[in-house]
């Protein structure tokens, strides 16, 4: 087996292949320009993106050429895979911005400087488009009755697909027959839910330029838990700190199942495969999962951030110590001066995502402040209660925020 395919099969970055043989053949043929797509609707990167993107990066280091697609065009319309129900619409300006967001997110895994790398946006092509030429030129190689047959389209059509949704797969076989044009990129990676748009553009491919391409996919990835990846109290866990802190990111792999940290280490990480599974393995499963946290954050935040994450970690879990790694939450003074309520404090600092939620965390025992459990919802909280010029607030088990005097 081409050592490549070898590497993302042991990791875990391997579901479906349209023809394994032939991609491995051309894989040993020398740099193979591949790509990635990703949908640009949100603000940041988010745990839901990395999967394809640390695939790509073990390509780049086999010496093959990653193209990133950011989906400016199709983030206008929106992807019905694996959604029940139609995105809402959002306008160019925002995806713009949300791009130049990403952008440098994406470059803390793949190598863009000094390489081959590229970062593309379908909008380039998809926008300038005239309806009628393509749907002469495009729309004549898709059947109805074949596109129906995908999963992706089957699930939708229960609930209603919207005709513009429709035009989706249509839009992404376009792109990869668009980059198979522009830069003679013959494979597209992605996940499982993925797997039908992929086979369009190949067959795309096939028809209009009479050229062989590929396409592989990898699981879907969940939590042993049943929870879903990378989803918090708070909702997506994403790469952008003023999104998601970076203690909070921490912490979300310091706290992932203990059947999980062999099988993360080998997707969200470099170590080499037989460490990763070792530390899978090892008895003190929690000085490994404080090293899995450690090693992404470092991926994703830089060093000097996943230091401070695990010295604040450490301190409040052995007690004492510096907070500085905390999130944190400044509150004018004169407000702290006239008291805030307790409810609002901890939907104000994110800890809860209502005062319903709030009062529903404190009637459940699982609020504490200063480390004493708080049991009135209607208690004031105001400077008096300033620790060091600190107030340390705690919901649930293991999540921590810090509240300061502005």
């Known amino acids: 087996m081409n050592s490549a395919l070898a590497i993302l099969k042991e990791r875990g970055f391997f579901q479906q292949c349209t023809d394994e043989g032939g991609l491995a053949d051309l894989l040993t043929q020398g740099p193979l320009a591949f790509y990635i797509g990703i949908d640009p609707t949100g603000p940041s990167c988010h745990i839901g993106h990395l999967v394809p993107i640390y695939a790509a990066a073990h390509l780049q280091k086999a010496g093959h050429i990653p193209i990133v697609l950011m989906g400016g065009g199709t983030a206008l319309i929106g992807d019905p895979s694996g959604k029940t129900e139609m995105r809402q619409m959002i306008g160019a300006e925002e995806v713009s911005k949300n791009i130049s967001a990403m952008r440098p997110q994406l470059g803390r895994l793949i190598d863009f400087a000094g390489s081959n790398a590229r970062v593309e946006n379908n909008a380039d092509w998809l926008t300038p488009l005239a309806y009628i030429d393509f749907l002469r030129d495009i729309g004549r190689h898709f059947s109805v009755n074949r596109m129906l047959t995908f999963e992706a389209y089957r699930q939708r059509m229960?609930?209603?697909?919207?005709?513009?949704?429709?035009?989706?797969?249509?839009?992404?076989?376009?792109?990869?027959?668009?980059?198979?044009?522009?830069?003679?990129?013959?494979?597209?990676?992605?996940?499982?839910?993925?797997?039908?748009?992929?086979?369009?553009?190949?067959?795309?491919?096939?028809?209009?330029?009479?050229?062989?391409?590929?396409?592989?996919?990898?699981?879907?990835?969940?939590?042993?838990?049943?929870?879903?990846?990378?989803?918090?109290?708070?909702?997506?866990?994403?790469?952008?700190?003023?999104?998601?802190?970076?203690?909070?990111?921490?912490?979300?792999?310091r706290n992932v199942p203990d059947e999980d940290v062999g099988r993360f280490f080998l997707l969200f990480t470099f170590l080499e495969a037989d460490e990763c599974r070792a530390l899978g393995t090892a008895a003190d499963i929690n000085a490994s999962k404080e090293r899995l946290a450690f090693e992404i954050t470092q991926l994703l935040h830089g060093e000097a951030e996943a230091e401070s994450a695990r010295a604040a970690a450490k301190a409040m879990f052995q007690g004492g110590g510096a907070r500085e790694g905390m999130p944190t939450t400044e509150i004018a003074s004169a407000k702290l001066a006239e008291g805030i309520s307790v409810t609002e404090l901890f939907t104000l600092t994110g800890l809860c995502s209502s005062r319903s939620e709030a009062r529903r965390l404190i009637q459940q025992g699982g609020a504490q402040l200063n480390g004493e459990k708080v049991s009135d919802f209607d208690a004031l909280v105001d400077a008096g209660l300033l620790k060091d010029g600190e107030i340390i607030l705690k919901a649930g088990k293991k999540r921590f925020h810090r509240v300061c005097g502005a």
């Not at 229960?158 to 990869?176: I, P």
């Not at 003679?184 to 992929?198: A, K, P, R, S």
């Not at 996919?217 to 879903?228: A, E, M, Q």
Request: glycine share 10%; net charge negative; with cysteine.
């Open 158 to 253: 229960e609930r209603g697909l919207s005709f513009l949704e429709f035009n989706y797969q249509l839009l992404q076989a376009y792109d990869f027959l668009e980059l198979y044009r522009r830069h003679n990129c013959l494979l597209q990676i992605g996940g499982d839910d993925q797997w039908g748009n992929i086979v369009a553009g190949m067959e795309l491919i096939r028809r209009v330029e009479s050229a062989s391409a590929y396409g592989l996919t990898f699981p879907l990835i969940t939590r042993s838990d049943g929870k879903k990846m990378g989803k918090t109290e708070q909702g997506a866990l994403f790469l952008d700190p003023a999104l998601t802190p970076v203690y909070d990111f921490y912490q979300y792999w």
